[in-house]
């Protein structure tokens, strides 16, 4: 199965043409990536995959938890995510701090932060977070105005 769904967004596969293997999964006791201080396991995982057209072709994936609730990473290669890891890591300790520092004043800020899983040294999965707009989409915005 293959879908072409516009210039903008890549195309769809079938998981169990890309990967077989994770296509099968059901009732695992993988843990789900990225949750800390909850434990749920990956019930299934999406039976499509979507390509997006950018430069490295990242995949974007679903699994669903244990708990019913369904998680999309982006499936990255030919890229280090050490780095991308550890500013996730800083930003959220920077909203410890935040926290600690402004607990009852309104508007306090927080650094919007997700998940960034490191599988080898040039390869991982980054939480998709829903509604985001890439840094290099504005950038390219503002360079043709």
Do not use: C
């Amino acid at each position: 199965m293959l879908h072409r769904t516009g210039k903008r967004s890549g195309t769809i596969h079938a998981m169990n043409q890309i990967s077989p293997k994770l296509a099968e999964i059901k009732h695992s006791v993988i843990p789900n990536p990225g949750e800390d201080g909850q434990f749920h396991t990956i019930h299934s995982v999406g039976q499509t995959v979507q390509v997006l057209p950018t430069k490295t072709r990242p995949k974007k994936l679903m699994f669903v938890g244990s708990n019913g609730h369904r998680y999309q990473y982006l499936l990255k290669g030919l890229e280090d995510l050490h780095l991308d890891e550890r500013i996730m890591q800083l930003l959220s300790i920077i909203n410890v701090m935040f926290n600690k520092i402004n607990r009852n004043e309104p508007g306090s800020y927080e650094a919007r932060n997700y998940t960034v899983i490191p599988l080898a040294s040039r390869s991982g999965l980054i939480q998709w977070v829903e509604g985001a707009t890439p840094l290099f989409t504005l950038y390219k915005r503002w360079q043709q105005h």
